[in-house]
């Protein structure tokens, strides 16, 4: 294998690691920014940071955006609305270790999906290696003792990251399928677009009958992070891996979104790495290995 080969594989194991810091913001801004309002101003902050660098293709492209106006409206509605606000919904009553680990479920409904609908070829290393992540997520979990699985309990905000879950599985599908004429960064600038006027009513609602926003160095703060590192970074790198290596391989990222969670509640929240997430994380990239061991042959 080239390195051009490798370049996206090594993606995968990076590309975690900016999108798991939407679990910072979950946790972090969850008494700072109303839900509804850090999402709509996430994607508003987001598109306009990438507009001077889109802004000269869009004359140009203008044709094709009509023409996929509602593609583009849908995957806006998938990832900015449903992926970009039920996350920070999720973060006012269930943990960010609940969040992450069902966070992490998004491959398998992507297999599911893709064999069902797309008949989309599956073999047997991708089923152990799915099932391989999947046990090093229960890993996490269970805190490296499976009875403790017997005591989890789930709640409103568990449902919640179960929808965004789901949400990212449509949208990674729906990326891959529905080939696009505009340059990825361009299309990305769009989606952001589209997502933000998705989340516009429910932001109004949000502002005028449950939660003001309040616009101090707090709010900007929080909503800069989320506008660069789990938006522009982390969106950019998934769809570049996923135009290369196929939705359910580029899916299976999802996994090391507990791990890397887990690293960050270590280093921003105190909070404490045993030695089962050691064990998970091995569990993961072995699994990861074999979700993609078809393709290196």
């Known amino acids: 294998m080239n390195k051009q080969n490798l370049f996206p594989y090594l993606l995968l194991f990076i590309q975690p690691i900016f999108m798991a810091s939407n679990l910072i913001i979950a946790r972090g801004a969850v008494n700072i920014v109303p839900p509804i309002s850090l999402a709509f101003w996430r994607w508003i902050f987001c598109f306009l940071l990438l507009l001077p660098f889109t802004i000269k ?12 106006f509602l593609n ?17 919904l999720a973060g006012k009553t269930t943990t960010v270790v609940n969040m992450g680990i069902i966070y992490s479920s998004s491959p398998i ?60 599985a449509i949208y990674s599908i729906f990326l891959f399928y529905k080939k696009s004429n ?11 677009l589209f997502g933000a006027l998705s989340l516009l009513p429910f932001y109004i609602i949000e502002n005028s009958f449950y939660s003001e926003t309040t616009f101090n160095i707090d709010f900007f703060s929080w909503v800069m992070f989320a506008a660069i590192s789990p938006s522009i970074i982390a969106f950019l790198l998934y769809n570049f ?11 299976s990222v999802l996994y090391l979104y507990t791990t890397y969670g887990a690293f960050y509640g270590l280093v921003f929240f105190d909070e404490v790495v045993e030695i089962y997430h050691i064990y998970s994380t091995l569990f993961v990239f072995l699994g990861i290995y074999l979700v993609q061991k078809k393709i290196l042959k």
């Open 109 to 168: 409904f992507i297999i599911i999906i893709s064999v069902i609908i797309f008949n989309e070829k599956i073999n047997i290393f991708r089923v152990c290696g799915t099932f391989l992540c999947l046990f090093g997520v229960l890993t996490v979990i269970a805190k490296g003792n499976i009875l403790n699985l017997l005591n989890i309990k789930f709640n409103l905000g568990d449902f919640w990251m179960l929808g965004a879950s789901i949400g990212w």
């Open 57 to 68: 293709f869009i004359s140009s492209n203008l044709k094709y955006i009509k023409k996929e």
């Open 72 to 88: 583009l409206f849908i995957l806006g509605t998938l990832s900015c609305g449903v992926c970009g606000a039920f996350p920070f």
């Open 241 to 251: 891996v996923q135009s290369k290596l196929g939705a359910s391989i580029t899916g």
């Open 182 to 192: 505009l340059n990825i960064l361009l299309r990305f600038n769009l989606i952001a």
